[in-house]
Structures are given as structure tokens and as C-alpha cells.
């Protein structure tokens, strides 16, 4: 993960919720692969065969809605999201999210689907390079930021670990 992400727009509604992100009847297997094959199918049957490394989620109020399962951020990342801008995010998906390593952004953002966005999490701008607009987000703080960038709240924690007390590791 990159301070600053650039990809292309996949447009949803509000209030997608966990089971239309990944619906339960898929949730028997560990296969992160099986699991990103059908991200997303219940709303975009092609979502999971199109989507590409990179690519940006983009969505209205609520995304995230529902259940507390944490296999919804982990297939929208394996499948290639690299990060999901919505008007507002239910508090266990954001926090479920944060903790794989997949970035989430409150904003209201003018993108349709197709359209190239540009956001920098540590100046804090999204930009539609499609259009021209940009809007101003909310920064990340450091700490954030380097959750992203090791993959997670786990993998954060074995890295803090590791460069502070290299001997316990």
C-alpha cells in the first residue's frame, strides 16, 4: 500500500451491505481466491471477473452495512480494490477494513464508473483525473498510514515488534 493510490472507478449505491460484498453461502472456504471470485456478484455479476489491481471502489451512504464479517474487506482487496471512497462507511466494515490494510475514505466524490481517481491519504485530496474535480479528505495520520503500508493491523504489529525489540522475535 502507497500513501498515494491511482486506479479506475467502480461505481455502487448506498447501503451495500457484507452479504451483497461477499454473500454468506461463500463463506465455507479459507480460499481467499474462491472468495474473490465472487466479490461483489449479487450487485455486478462481472465485478469480479473485470476488476483489476488497483482499481478504486466508489459508493454512497452506509457501504459496509450489515453483518460484522471480516472475509467482506478481505475479498474486495484480494480481488485488487486498493481502496474504497464513500459518503460513509458502517463502523465495523471501516474498522475491518483498516485492519487488513484496506484503505477507506469518507468523501463525497464526483466519479462515475470508469473514471481515474488519484488520492493521496497523507495531504488529504482525492482528484477525478477523468473530470478535473477534486475534493479535499481528511488526511491520515502516520500511524494509520503505516497500518496501510504493512498490510494491516497484524502485520503492523509484527514490524513495530520486530524493529523495537528485534531479540523477542
Known sequence: MKEEIKGKVWKFRDSIDTDVIIPGRYLRTFSL?????????????EFAKNVEKGDII?????????????????????????????????????????????????????????DELRI????????NLTTGKSCSIQPFHDFMLGILQDGGLVKHYLHEKKKNHPDEV
Do not use: T
Open 33 to 45: 481466491d474462491e472468495l474473490a471470485s465472487h466479490v461483489m456478484e449479487g450487485e455486478d455479476p
Open 58 to 114: 466508489v459508493a454512497g451512504w452506509n457501504f459496509g452495512c450489515g453483518s460484522s464479517r471480516e472475509q467482506a474487506p478481505v475479498a474486495l482487496k484480494h480481488a485488487g480494490v486498493d481502496a474504497i471512497v464513500a459518503k460513509s462507511f458502517a463502523r465495523i466494515f471501516y474498522r475491518n477494513a483498516i485492519n487488513v490494510g484496506l484503505p477507506v475514505i469518507v468523501a463525497d466524490i464526483d466519479a462515475d464508473k470508469g
Open 120 to 127: 493521496d491519504l497523507a495531504e488529504g485530496m482525492i482528484q
